[in-house]
């Protein structure tokens, strides 16, 4: 069964606090994504990962990084978080065009 | 740059009900197409994908769509809603290395 997994779920986090979102997926793909979702806004990407220690900027990298070490998992790192980092965190994985979301990861930061 | 345009926000449709969603691309050279689906509190899911072919294609759950080079179009159409269609759909289109590029999602409300 084709799945990714996204954890935690929810997270609260204070201003200033450094936080670790994780995503995995057994379908052995090598391309993985990290969004996050805002109202009005749609889905945003943040990094795109082709591989192992192979990622690449999105249309809004500031403020996070990202690590792949495996290729089965994928890692978005927010350091010292702030308020506006508030949102809905989405990683998906690719097998060519088509994308495989996880649950999402609702992260609030006060 | 490539883009997608879903027009309505909001759409609120009765139970058994036809339903379109409108969706525009912008894409130089021929698209890859896609239309997903999310519930509530969940992740998206693949509703249907169009790959260069047949113009119409068939989805999950009754779902077709409609593409139109012409008109660069990809209308999502259901012939009859049920309640558990309550969800937001996005359209997508392949973004070249970058993955694809969402629509802003259209929320759909059913009512008996």
């Known amino acids: 069964d084709m799945k990714v997994t996204q954890m935690p779920r929810y997270l609260i986090k204070r201003m200033g606090e450094n936080v670790l979102l994780e995503c995995g997926q057994d379908m052995s793909h090598e391309t993985m994504y990290w969004y996050r979702q805002d109202p009005g806004l749609g889905l945003q990407l943040i990094y795109i990962?082709?591989?192992?220690?192979?990622?690449s900027e999105g249309d809004i990298p500031k403020g996070y990084r990202v690590s792949r070490k495996k290729r089965e998992h994928f890692s978005l790192i927010l350091d010292s978080a702030k308020t506006n980092q508030t949102s809905v965190y989405f990683c998906?994985?690719?097998?060519?065009?088509?994308?495989?979301f996880g649950p999402g990861t609702r992260l609030t930061v006060l | 740059a490539q883009s997608v345009t879903q027009p309505d926000a909001r759409v609120t449709v009765s139970e058994g009900a036809s339903l379109q969603l409108r969706c525009k691309y912008s894409y130089f050279g021929t698209p890859y197409l896609f239309w997903y689906v999310q519930y509530p509190r969940q992740g998206l899911q693949l509703l249907l994908k169009?790959?260069?072919?047949?113009?119409v294609v068939q989805g999950v759950n009754g779902f077709e769509a409609e593409f139109s080079k012409s008109n660069s179009s990809f209308h999502l159409r259901k012939a009859s809603v049920h309640w558990s269609d309550w969800a937001v759909y996005f359209c997508?289109?392949?973004?070249?290395?970058?993955?694809?590029?969402f629509g802003l999602g259209t929320r759909v409300s059913v009512f008996p």
């Open positions: 990962s082709y591989d192992v220690d192979s990622n």
């Open positions: 998906a994985s690719s097998s060519r065009d088509e994308q495989y």
């Open positions: 997508a289109v392949n973004n070249y290395a970058q993955g694809l590029t």
């Open positions: 169009y790959y260069p072919g047949d113009p």
